[in-house]
C-alpha cells in the first residue's frame, strides 16, 4: 500500500517537473525562482499521491491486474497532474495556469 502511494507521489513529482521545465524553456528571460519549483513540483507531487490514492480505493480492477500496482500508481500519479490542468483550462477558457 506504501509503495502505491509512493509510486503515486513520484509520478506527480516528474509531472510537476516536466511541466515546470516546459515552461521555463518555451520562454525566454524566465527567471528561475526555487521556491516556486519546489512548491509546484511537492504540489504535484501531492495531487499524484491522492489520485493513486483514489483509484487504489475505488477498486477499479483493470483486464489482466488484480489491482493497482506501483508502475501503474506511477502513470496515474503523472495523469492526474495533467487531468487537473485540463479541467482548469476548460472551466476558465485560459490555456495556462501561469497567465
Known amino acids: 500500500m506504501i509503495a502505491i502511494f509512493i ?4 509520478g506527480g513529482l516528474v ?3 516536466v511541466g515546470f521545465l516546459k515552461y521555463y524553456y518555451s520562454y525566454k528571460s524566465v527567471p528561475f525562482n526555487p521556491l516556486y519549483f519546489f512548491a509546484t513540483t511537492f504540489l504535484s507531487g ?4 491522492l489520485t493513486a490514492g483514489a483509484i487504489k480505493e475505488s477498486g477499479i480492477i483493470l483486464e489482466g491486474l488484480s489491482g493497482l500496482t506501483p508502475p501503474l500508481a506511477f502513470i496515474v500519479g503523472y495523469a492526474g497532474g495533467d487531468f487537473l490542468e485540463n479541467v482548469y483550462k476548460i472551466l476558465l477558457k485560459k490555456t495556462s495556469i501561469l497567465k
Not at 509510486?7 to 513520484?10: D, H, I, S, Y
Not at 501531492?46 to 499521491?49: D, E
Open 7 to 10: 509510486a503515486g507521489f513520484g
Open 46 to 49: 501531492v495531487v499524484g499521491l
Open 15 to 17: 509531472r510537476g517537473l
